[in-house]
Antibody, heavy 120, light 108 residues
């Protein structure tokens, strides 16, 4: 059973950066592929990016390229999502999620979400 | 990019009724890699169906998925009070991964 524990809520000013963490337990991070999905208030789910095991690299949604960096620290089993040059439209709940490694590459486990508020 | 269009936007039904949710893709979904998620207020999405027809662990058999190509359906045979939520379809067969805009199943 995988458990994902995310860091707490953040309030940032427009133009600033935010870094959200996602601590894995139950498995090691190297056994998993972590992706990030966000949800603006009252809106739907939006895929941001994640590690593609088939390509062996991290892939990003086009709209976030240049502003988003996804990293991992296997020594602490923690994944990170850093979003730079925040805008008010980036106010959202950010989720980390795992790609199933055995059946098909759907998202199976989810973190509890981290609220990021970008406001002056 | 594959655009997923869900219909209806809102479904107003009573407990015990049948719910039929549609997800239409702008192009064929590779390998029927289409999932359905349930989301309740204040909670993370929960996997209901994967690869179009397979129920996730712990999901009751009143939930069923069908479809292939560009047309997919989630059916809840008899709604229980716990089933009222927002449901999203998600395709993971092509990059970028995309989600539908959601269907809210509400109590009539």
């Amino acid at each position: 059973q995988v458990h994902l524990l995310q860091s707490g809520a953040e309030v940032k000013k427009p133009g600033a950066s935010v870094k959200v963490s996602c601590k894995v337990s139950g498995y090691t991070l190297s056994e998993l592929a972590i992706h990030w999905v966000r949800q603006a208030p009252g809106k739907g789910l939006e895929w941001m990016g994640g590690f593609d095991p088939e390509e062996g690299e991290t892939i990003y949604a086009q709209k976030f390229r240049g502003r988003l960096t996804l990293t991992e620290d296997t020594s602490t089993d923690t994944a990170y999502m850093e979003l730079r040059w925040l805008r008010s439209e980036d106010t959202a709940l950010y989720y980390c999620t795992t790609v199933n490694q055995w059946l098909a590459p759907f998202f199976d486990y989810w973190g509890q979400g981290t609220l990021v508020t970008a406001s002056s | 990019e594959i655009v997923l269009t869900q219909s209806p936007g809102t479904l107003s039904l009573s407990p015990g009724e049948r719910a039929t949710l549609s997800c239409r893709a702008s192009q064929s979904v590779s390998s029927s890699y289409l999932a359905w998620y349930q989301q309740k207020p204040g909670q993370a999405p929960r996997l209901v169906i994967y690869t179009a027809i397979n129920r996730a662990t712990g999901i009751p058999d009143r939930f069923s998925g069908s479809g292939s190509g560009t047309d997919f359906t989630l059916t809840i045979s008899r709604l229980e009070p716990d089933d009222f939520a927002v449901y999203y379809c998600h395709q993971y067969g092509s990059s970028p991964r995309t989600f539908g805009q959601g269907t809210k199943v509400e109590v009539k």
